[in-house]
């Protein structure tokens, strides 16, 4: 939810988004997401967590904190 959130209050706002999604191998063989979003070219938050999903969550949440509420 909060990446579907970040992504309309950025349109909002008129500013761009971009995502970048990283994959790796944790010790225990299973796949681990890294997520960091950027807002005009600045890094606003990173996520991790074993689903693509849940790591873009993380990082739209601590993206959205830094962004006006209004």
Same mark, same amino acid.
């Given at each position: 939810?909060? !990446?579907i959130t970040? /992504?309309?209050r950025v349109h909002q706002l008129g500013l761009r988004l971009e995502w970048n999604d990283f994959q790796s191998i944790h010790e225990d063989h299973k796949t681990r997401w890294t997520t960091r979003v950027y807002i005009n070219d600045i890094l606003y938050g990173e *996520?991790?967590?074993f689903q693509k999903q849940h790591a873009r969550d993380i990082a739209a *949440? /601590? !993206?959205l904190a830094h962004l006006p509420d209004n």
């Open positions: 939810m909060s !990446a970040l /992504t309309n *996520g991790r967590a *949440g /601590t !993206a």
